[in-house]
């Protein structure tokens, strides 16, 4: 893509602050803008904001929240930030951990107290790499939930959101300052719209095929189950602009999508004791390595295939997930009262299906780690009726994207930050690193909501100094 020189016949109009997207990150952004005194303007692509936020569970992890506290949860921003930094192997940006696991607790508490969003913390089970239970959710337990809520408070402050206004076109000058973008509807008309600052808060690139390929060629031709709109708009402006681009390698997958119905199941199917097995009734990794990771290792499998075993006292945590109860209500989610039964139904060796589960029950009992690494120390058998779900790995969304600063202003190829540029969400890179092991439950929401934030209170303040 390159960027468009100011058009000659000026722009229809201009307003201080503009959002390219209305996800968690830009929804958040434009809250934080209009608060700050900016006058800000939505622009996005579809009918009505969904995109990856929709797709999520809707989990923001956060540290030393009231809501933790009510439930007796220790944590600390210093404790997060070392689990994000254990996870992602040292490769993310150290200053943007450390802020944004100190300002996830405010984020959140800002959102539920400033906007009414009714948060809670999951506390009845363990995500994988967190020290604490810190992830927050909204009370359906999903990311359609928390990007309507974004929308009625943005509606609620009367901020303009202009939908079905794809963003087509950057306008900048040779200094690499954006004086505005191009908006095209979907009967193709155009309008050219000026700006003060720009927040891009669109898209990563999981839904193109050629920069997948080229990225991530482990996961080219896996399942996406991302938003389609994710063409790697802002990445493609932001190398024409000359910015930095980093961990494009990075990805969120999960193993545990039901297949075919394509719903998400929740990764407490496995982390409270289940297991997952491939085709031929074996397990074949350490699941409890994270979900992200086990994406790949699903695919390798045949046919791209694993079944997620677990019981019905798991199930009963997992129906606190508005997916995990769609799924249920679909038929994803196969009972039978006794192994043989089980392996029937799913089509498995029964043979080798009871061995694993004896094998898993073993471990259970001694406490040992298995061969991949896994331990089930201190965690229940499994017990009649069995539940078992059968599951394909997905791509979720990019890690890798814009490299930005503290205050989520774009940076260029020699760390300088661009004159009035930033990014949030799937524009920005993540805290992840440049593997897919080095996604930590909830990563993607974290920096979209507190990165968000941060960029429209910080656009709103270069707009304060131009008044």
């Not at 009649?384 to 394909?392: G, L, M, Q, S």
Request: net charge negative.
């Amino acid at each position: 893509m390159t960027i468009k020189p100011v058009p000659s016949e000026g722009f229809e109009t201009t307003i201080s602050v503009l959002v390219v997207g209305g996800g968690a990150a830009g929804l958040c952004a434009a809250l934080a803008a209009h608060e700050a005194g900016a006058e800000v303007a939505i622009f996005e692509r579809d009918p009505l904001p969904r995109g990856s936020t929709a797709l999520s569970a809707g989990l923001i992890p956060a540290a030393e929240t009231r809501f933790q506290k009510l439930h007796g949860i220790v944590d600390t921003p210093e404790l997060f930030a070392a689990d994000i930094r254990k996870k992602a192997h040292g490769e993310a940006d150290d200053a943007i951990v450390d802020l944004v696991a100190a300002q996830s607790g405010p984020t959140v508490e800002w959102l539920a107290d400033r906007h009414g969003l009714p948060f809670s913390v999951v506390h009845d089970f363990d995500y994988p790499g967190h020290a604490a239970r810190r992830m927050h959710g909204l009370p359906s337990r999903s990311g359609a939930e928390l990007i309507d809520r974004l929308r009625q408070a943005v509606e609620e402050a009367g901020l303009p959101l202009m939908v079905q206004a794809a963003v087509t076109g950057l306008f900048g000058d040779a200094e690499r300052r954006i004086h505005g973008l191009e908006i095209t509807r979907p009967d193709g008309t155009r309008d050219a719209i000026g700006c003060d600052t720009l927040i891009l808060a669109c898209n990563g690139y999981g839904g193109n095929p050629a920069l997948v390929a080229q990225h991530i060629p482990e996961m080219q031709g896996a399942l996406y189950f991302g938003h389609p709109g994710n063409r790697g708009d802002a990445a493609l402006w932001g190398e024409a602009l000359g910015a930095k681009l980093l961990h494009m390698s990075g990805y969120q997958g999960h193993g545990s999508v039901a297949h075919p119905h394509g719903i998400l199941i929740t990764w407490a199917t496995i982390m409270e004791g289940g297991f997952q097995v491939n085709t031929n009734g074996r397990r074949f990794s350490n699941e409890s390595l994270g979900y992200s990771e086990q994406a790949a290792a699903v695919i390798a499998e045949p046919e791209s295939i694993a079944f997620s075993v677990f019981d019905e006292r798991i199930a009963t945590v997992a129906r606190q997930f508005e997916d995990f109860r769609r799924a249920e209500a679909s038929g994803a989610v196969i009972e039978a009262d006794s192994i043989e039964a089980l392996a029937v139904r799913l089509k498995l060796p029964a043979d080798a299906l009871g061995e694993t589960f004896a094998a898993v029950a073993g471990l259970k009992q001694s406490g040992d780690a298995d061969a991949f690494g896994r331990s089930f120390a201190g965690v229940a058998p499994l017990l009649p009726p069995f539940k078992a779900v059968r599951v394909t790995g997905a791509l979720f969304h990019t890690q890798g994207g814009l490299a930005v600063d503290r205050h989520a202003r774009v940076l260029d190829r020699d760390a300088h930050p661009l004159p009035n540029l930033f990014a949030a969400g799937g524009a920005a890179a993540g805290v992840s690193g440049a593997q897919a092991s080095g996604y930590l439950s909830g990563n993607g929401l974290l920096t979209a909501t507190v990165l968000g934030r941060i960029a429209g209170i910080s656009a709103a303040k270069i707009c304060s100094r131009l008044r």
